[in-house]
C-alpha cells in the first residue's frame, strides 16, 4: 500500500533547522515502517511513530475528501478494531498480567466482534461507575454498539454494498469521535499514560527489529500529512475538536501537500 509521506531528508539537511519537507509516495508496511527515496535519491527509512488506527483513520478521511466512500468505510472500520485492541492491551497492561502474555486470550483478538465485546466489556468496567464518567461513558458505549452502523460495515465488507456519502460521513464521524473519546479517556487515568507510552514505544521497537537494510540512514517520522487525529503520549491532553473542526483543518492541510511537488 502506497501513501504520501512528509520527508525531511538527513542527507540533504543534515541540520534540521534548514529542512524542508518533500512529499514522497512510499509503501507502507505492516509493521508501519516505510523504505523510501528523496528527490535526490538518498534513500531513507522512516520509523512511524503513530499507531496503526491514527493512519488508517487518516487514511478513512483522505478517501472521504476524493470521494472513495466505500475506502473510507473500509479503513474507518480497521482504525476502529485497531483502536479497541489498542485499548485492551492498556487496560489489561499491569505488573502482573499483560494480554501478550496469554495465548489463549490472544486468539480472541483475530475475531473483530470478540473484540469489541471484549473492549465494551472493560470500558464498561474501568469508566461506568466513576461518577464523573458514567454519562460520556455510556454515550461512548453506544457510538461503539450502534447497531445501524454494524450492519452498514458488514454489508460493505461482505456483500460490496457501495455506501452513499452520508453514510461514510457518518460512519467516519462515528470512528473519529470513538477514537477521540477513548484516548482522551485513556490518558487522563494516571494509571494508563504509562501503558500508553510503553505501547507507543513497543510500535517502534518492533520497526527497529524488522530484517532491514543498516546500511539506510533511519529517521522518525509522525507522518503529519494523513493525519485525522494525533495521540501525542506526551502532551497533555487539550480541547476536544469535533469532527467537522478537525475533517475541516484536515482538508486545508491536504489541499496544501498535493499542491507542494
Ligand atoms: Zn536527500
Not at 447497531?147 to 464521524?173: F, T, V
Amino acid at each position: 500500500m502506497r501513501i504520501k509521506w512528509v520527508l525531511l531528508c538527513p542527507e540533504c539537511y543534515p541540520n534540521l533547522h534548514d529542512a524542508k519537507p518533500h512529499y514522497v509516495d512510499a509503501e507502507l508496511t505492516d509493521t508501519l515502517s516505510v523504505v523510501t527515496t528523496c528527490p535526490k535519491g538518498h534513500e531513507v527509512r522512516l520509523l512511524n511513530q503513530m499507531e496503526k488506527f491514527e493512519i488508517f483513520l487518516g487514511m478513512g478521511a483522505k478517501a472521504l475528501m476524493d470521494s472513495y466512500f466505500l475506502e473510507s468505510l473500509v479503513y474507518c472500520s480497521i482504525a476502529k478494531e485497531d483502536l479497541y485492541s489498542f485499548a485492551l492491551k492498556c487496560m489489561t497492561q499491569n505488573n502482573e498480567a499483560s494480554l501478550d502474555n496469554y495465548k489463549s486470550l490472544k486468539k480472541l483478538q483475530k475475531n473483530s466482534e470478540r473484540i469489541l465485546g471484549a473492549f465494551s466489556i472493560l470500558y464498561f468496567y474501568h469508566f461506568g461507575s466513576m461518577e464523573e464518567a458514567k454519562e460520556k461513558t455510556k454515550t461512548l458505549l453506544e457510538k461503539v454498539l450502534n447497531q445501524n452502523l454494524q450492519e452498514l460495515r458488514n454489508k460493505c465488507m461482505h456483500q460490496g454494498y457501495i455506501p452513499r456519502k452520508k453514510e461514510a460521513e457518518d460512519y467516519a464521524m462515528n470512528a473519529y469521535e470513538i477514537v477521540e473519546t477513548v484516548i482522551r479517556t485513556l490518558k487522563g487515568k494516571e494509571e494508563f499514560q504509562k501503558n500508553i507510552l510503553a505501547l507507543v514505544g513497543k510500535t517502534l521497537e518492533d520497526q527497529k527489529k524488522e530484517e532491514h537494510d543498516i546500511t539506510i540512514k533511519e529517521i522518525y517520522c509522525y507522518n503529519p500529512t494523513y493525519c485525522l487525529y494525533k495521540l501525542d503520549p506526551l502532551l497533555p491532553l487539550e480541547h476536544p475538536k469535533s469532527f467537522q473542526d478537525a475533517y475541516n483543518e484536515f482538508k486545508e492541510k491536504m489541499r496544501n501537500v498535493e499542491t507542494v511537488k
